[in-house]
């Protein structure tokens, strides 16, 4: 018999456009999962594992088009989002000038001396530009550079684009008023608010509060007031869903155990609950596999939803080599369905093949010794 909990994972999963259910398109794959994030390979493999088909002119037209922009959001981290949506996401989830204030200090500007940077960037930024024409154009510090565009990215006026390789994230810069028509601005705060908890709960529902909080980042004082602007039932133990969506969620079945997904670092569905509310991902005792020692989400294997094994991976020559940390044997035909599909993330990247070997987990913090630094 089903429990409540596969049940929950049953829908979480397939809202995710993940086992079986994948988007008929790169477009709607973002905008069903709000945002997924804007480094490179992680952003372009979150968005493979839930569209049909991945085509990488059609990932790199998002941004061509002016279909989609990278931007910091939540919690602050640089995010892949729909330009649709990205003048309510800045300003939900926008931050003032002090959360900032460690990448001035880095690169040894007071406010004032910030304030006149940021206004030469924008004026010299009309066009994408390498951080190195930047630095020089608008006459940035040698050290700190990128840490105060990301800075003006944070305010809203400077934006990232056009990041060409699918497994680097290094892309130009460009004033948002320039690329968009106008800069973000934080009005609208409140309406922008209840939006995102809306977006959340229909995509990662459902969920608690104190979910929704953790995804968003920053304060969590507004959350109660932006949920009782919502219509919604309450599952039990907190976990909240859109009213519209309580028949189908009762009516939810669990994804084909054979389906495999392969879901790479940083994952929207991955990082979309507090590290107590984690509980739908795995089986108890295996949810911690899933992250690092500061909580940053691995790369991932669901099998029928469900994950099964953490993976992370390097490249050598034309081969992808994966490090698979499996939390319990797995079954013949569930390891080929694994290895297939990181044969075809290793295409998508560029490599000929991906030879998978399991290891004893848990597995390094992503990005190895110099990321420690918890994104929460």
Request: proline share 6%; glycine share 10%.
């Amino acid at each position: 018999m089903e429990t409540p909990a596969e049940r929950v994972r049953a829908w979480s999963v397939r809202r995710q456009r993940l086992g079986g259910e994948a988007a008929p398109d790169l477009a709607t794959a973002l905008d069903d999962v709000v945002a997924v994030y804007g480094s490179h390979p992680s952003g372009p493999l979150s968005l493979a594992a839930r569209v049909r088909r991945f085509d990488a002119a059609e990932y790199r037209g998002l941004e061509e088009d002016r279909a989609a922009v990278r931007m910091p959001a939540m919690r602050t981290s640089v995010h892949l989002v729909p330009v649709r949506s990205a003048r309510w996401v800045f300003a939900a989830t926008h931050r003032d000038l002090r959360s900032q204030a460690w990448r001035l200090r880095n690169a040894g500007v007071d406010q004032a001396g910030y304030a006149v940077l940021r206004d030469r960037v924008v004026a010299a930024a009309r066009e994408p530009l390498t951080l190195a024409e930047v630095r020089e154009r608008a006459g940035l510090p040698a050290e700190g550079a990128a840490g105060l565009l990301h800075a003006m990215g944070q305010e809203g006026v400077v934006l990232r684009v056009g990041a060409v390789s699918l497994r680097s994230s290094v892309g130009r810069y460009v004033a948002t008023d320039a690329w968009l028509g106008a800069a973000f601005t934080p009005e609208g705060r409140e309406a922008a608010l209840t939006t995102l908890a809306d977006r959340y709960l229909r995509a990662f529902g459902p969920a608690r509060a104190e979910d929704l909080a953790w995804w968003a980042g920053g304060p969590r004082s507004w959350v109660p007031a932006a949920l009782a602007r919502l219509d919604l039932v309450d599952l039990g133990g907190g976990l909240l869903l859109p009213a519209d969506l309580h028949d189908a969620f009762r009516a939810c079945v669990p994804p084909d155990p054979d389906v495999v997904d392969v879901v790479p670092v940083w994952d929207a569905y991955v990082m979309g609950y507090a590290p107590d509310g984690r509980a739908r991902l795995a089986d108890g005792p295996h949810v911690d596999r899933c992250y690092d020692e500061v909580g940053n989400g691995l790369g991932v294997v669901l099998s029928g939803g469900r994950a099964v094994a953490a993976w992370g991976s390097r490249f050598r020559g034309r081969v992808m080599e994966v490090d698979l940390d499996p939390f319990a044997r797995l079954p013949a035909r569930t390891r080929r369905a694994v290895e297939g599909r990181f044969d075809e993330v290793a295409r998508l990247l560029g490599a000929a093949e991906a030879a998978v070997r399991a290891v004893d987990g848990p597995l390094k913090p992503v990005g190895g010794k110099g990321n420690r630094r918890p994104i929460s």
